[in-house]
């Protein structure tokens, strides 16, 4: 009766947790969709705000990459959004495990996760596959389409409201415009002497061709509850 009983269970516990995992991935992938839309009115309204301002080169771009992922080019900067096909758990560390929204229903707390990332729009255009991005910030959404962003610092204010969060076309245009923001006012650092001192004939020959030194930002993102 007991190896019955724990059948069932396991069972329970199988269904229960691919329900939420396939409900989570539906609710991201929905979310991802919304944040494209969100994208291309935006280059709409950079366009718009931007014309005869500013040189052809430096006007925004999006560009669909399929259903995982999206770009937006502005001048220099490219931002690359990035949805996983995977749902996650968090580490027991983390502060999602301290608000009463997971505690009462832990299954809350499995996520889809889609990523902002930070890169020079020039080392995607001239192929420095040695150049550095960086994740600026990362979006969670659970099964409810419950949210929070995850930037560079993290603490419990972060997740403090994921239980009330709902995502919708105006957090994703606020969270765009803050991470276009971000990625614009962090420039471009002449790197240390001593890291480019000494460089070999390949590396010249690259250099010379397509401007190849390793080259990435410095940026110092971060979301918090005043930012969103």
Not at 5 to 11: F, K, L
């Amino acid at each position: 009766m007991t190896k019955v009983t724990d059948t069932n269970h396991n069972y329970e516990l199988i269904v229960a947790k691919s329900n939420v995992k396939q409900q989570a991935h539906a609710n991201t992938l929905a979310s991802f969709n919304l944040l494209k839309e969100v994208l291309k009115e935006l280059v709409e309204e950079f366009r718009a705000a931007l014309d005869g301002k500013v040189s052809v080169e430096v006007m925004p771009v999006y560009i669909e990459k399929g259903p995982f992922e999206a770009e937006f080019k502005l001048a220099g900067d490219l931002l690359v959004f990035s949805m996983h096909s995977n749902v996650f758990v968090f580490n027991r560390e983390h502060p999602i495990w301290k608000i009463d929204y997971v505690k009462e229903q832990p299954l809350n707390s499995y996520c889809g996760i889609i990523h902002i990332y930070n890169f020079l729009s020039d080392s995607f255009k001239y192929n420095r596959l040695q150049d550095l991005g960086y994740l600026i910030a990362r979006v969670f959404i659970n099964q409810e389409n419950h949210f929070f962003v995850e930037g560079k610092r993290q603490s419990g204010e972060l997740v403090k409201d994921f239980g009330s969060d709902v995502v919708t076309k105006d957090i994703f245009r606020q969270i765009l415009k803050t991470a276009i923001k971000y990625a614009v006012d962090f420039d471009l650092l002449v790197p240390p002497y001593d890291q480019v001192k000494i460089a070999s004939v390949e590396q010249m020959k690259d250099e010379i061709s397509h401007s190849k030194i390793i080259t990435g930002k410095r940026v110092g993102f971060k979301f918090n509850s005043d930012d969103i």
